[in-house]
């Protein structure tokens, strides 16, 4: 996993894997940082409140800080791509008029690879040497670590394995008779609750800051599998990898990104929940990669309009709103609109519940699902698949070619989908939308949208639509493909 910005939540805003940046030959190279987790069984004392009221963490550091390590990388990257230099215009300006470039043929320190220095922090999970850490801070295979302990001993460091949907490495030092931390619980850890995090931001050993839990179970754009832990915790590069601790000294997460606009902390900081890394490290351990369950199914979140269109007391669930041929959800009998309200007893909250869930149990697990469809709840049984990275495939765009208005209380004028359309996408009937006012506008209804269904009955053409309409009231739910992706978009006419 690369170690640039991550542009997910805005124009200017990014979360930011923590990295310390290190100046190389005719570069800039963002280098990774680590992180460990540990148990013990030996008590830490709560840390004791000063006269003034608050905390004082100095026993609790003076315990803990001897099992929080420093990691540090160097990766050996090829030289540079010449071809790919020859297509930039910048350089072959310069190179016209005949300004040294950084990469040019010829020049002096571009034979052979480039190597690139990163520093991290992590804490040690097993006396026996075990260390656990972010994967981007690892770097790619290939790539020599160092793990140096607080009283300067220094050890290479094997790497066991790495999980990228989590962003969890496990490191092995030859070493016994280690310090280790004690891991909490972070289900019990509250809102409002101090923590503090001692790590190397910028390369200082054992640097310790503190602030509060911010808010629970947040879910960063593409990261489906953890629910992260958000704090106003300083966290800085340099500080990936290694731990957050509550005040009784046990490792709750492991600080792993930022918030920020500047690249530098900015009051918001996420850590992967330990129990999370725990999974991951004794996965790896047992069977040398990270095994998730696969559902096949696609899913949406549940707002309160979708709600009452499925006749839903309350918001909650995921929403299905295309089913993988041939998967386990299709063997169990789930459709499109059905919206799954729990497995195997544990409640689904929200749609972002579900991967994590399903992700925890092994492939080839027998589990339950409780559906609601139909106004009514019902269970179904299915056996998990194996999750593997899978590309989605692009749908059509669609042609501009005259539309029928589809009604006028809803303000959509549509055309019926073309044979090759419906070989396509692998539909049968359905229809196009190529014009969008009204209610369907502000719906976000858009034009080249494939409506499927209308709650959850199947629209063939343009007059059945109308008809369905007549009869749906002022609130309904539309099953559309948009592109690669079925979603459920709740209307309602005023």
Known sequence: MNNSFFSRVGARTHILRLAVATLVPFGLTLSASPTFAADSATATPQAAPNRLGLPDFGDLVERVGPAVVNISVVQRQKG???????????YDFLRRFGVPVPGMPGMEGNRGPRISRGIGSGFIVSGDGYVMTNAHVVGEDGSEVTVRLTDKREFKAKVIGKDLRTDIALLKIDASGLPVVRTGNPEKARVGEW???????????????????????????????????????????????????????????????????????????????????????????KYGR???????????????????????????????????????????????????????????????????????????????????????????????????????????????????????????????????????????????VEGVNGPAERAGLQPGDVILALNNQPVTNASSFRNMLEKAGNRFALLVQRGGTRIFVPVRIE
């Open 290 to 432: 990270v095994q998730r369950g696969k559902l096949g199914v696609t899913i949406q979140g549940v707002d309160r309009e979708l709600a009452q269109s499925f006749g839903l007391s309350e918001p909650t669930g995921a929403l299905v709103s295309n089913v993988e041929p041939g998967g386990p959800a299709e063997k169990a009998g789930l459709k499109a609109g059905d919206v799954v309200l729990g497995v195997d007893g544990t409640k689904v909250k929200d749609s972002g519940d579900l991967p994590r869930i399903i992700g925890d149990k092994r492939p080839g697990t027998a589990v339950k699902l409780e559906v609601w469809r139909d106004g009514r709840s019902r269970t179904l049984t299915t056996t998990l698949g194996e999750m593997s990275n899978e590309a989605v495939a692009e749908g059509p765009a669609a042609p501009n070619s005259g539309g029928e208005d589809a009604g006028g209380k809803l303000g959509l004028v549509v055309r019926p989908l073309a044979p090759e359309e419906s070989a396509q996408l692998g539909v049968r009937g359905g229809i196009v």
């Open 195 to 285: 923590v503090l995090a001692v790590g190397s931001p910028f390369g200082f050993d054992n640097t310790v800051t503190a602030g509060i839990i911010s808010a629970k179970a947040r879910r960063l754009p593409d990261e489906n599998y953890v629910p992260f832990i958000q704090t106003d915790v300083a966290i800085n590069p340099g500080n990936s990898g290694g731990p957050l601790f509550n005040l009784a000294g046990e490792v709750i997460g492991i600080n792993s990104q930022i918030y920020s606009r500047s690249g530098g902390f900015m009051g918001i900081s996420f850590a992967i929940p330990i129990d999370v890394a725990l999974n991951v490290k004794d996965q790896i351990i």
């Open 80 to 90: 540079t791509d010449e071809r790919a230099l020859a297509e930039d215009p910048f």
